[in-house]
């Protein structure tokens, strides 16, 4: 099974104001995500592992590129519903 795999490091995080805040944010979202859908993280309930100086945060591998080349690409930087609803 083919997966991604976002690393935060920890030391970059301290240095960025608010910025584990936000990742904080991502992984509630990401776990929302899944019990909404069952999709988007990994299929298992640790999708976040934490080490001494890293988090890993294992998602479902989505081909296609990133959501934020998507964007870039669409008009105003708005997906159509339809779009929007398959992302």
């Given at each position: 099974?083919?997966?991604?795999?976002?690393?935060f490091s920890r030391a970059r995080l301290a240095?960025?104001?608010?910025?584990?805040?936000?990742?904080?944010?991502?992984?509630?979202?990401?776990?929302?995500?899944?019990?909404?859908?069952?999709?988007?993280?990994?299929?298992?309930?640790?999708?976040?592992?934490?080490a001494r100086d890293k988090h890993y945060v294992?998602?479902?591998?989505?081909?296609?590129?990133?959501?934020?080349?998507?964007?870039?690409?669409?008009?105003?930087?708005?997906?159509?519903?339809?779009?929007?609803?398959?992302v």
């Amino acid at each position: 099974e083919r997966v991604a795999v976002k690393i935060f490091s920890r030391a970059r995080l301290a240095k960025l104001p608010g910025a584990s805040r936000l990742v904080e944010r991502e992984i509630a979202l990401m776990r929302q995500l899944q019990a909404a859908r069952g999709v988007g993280v990994h299929a298992r309930e640790d999708f976040v592992v934490e080490a001494r100086d890293k988090h890993y945060v294992v998602m479902e591998y989505v081909s296609g590129g990133t959501l934020h080349a998507l964007l870039e690409r669409a008009e105003h930087g708005v997906l159509p519903r339809r779009q929007a609803q398959r992302v």
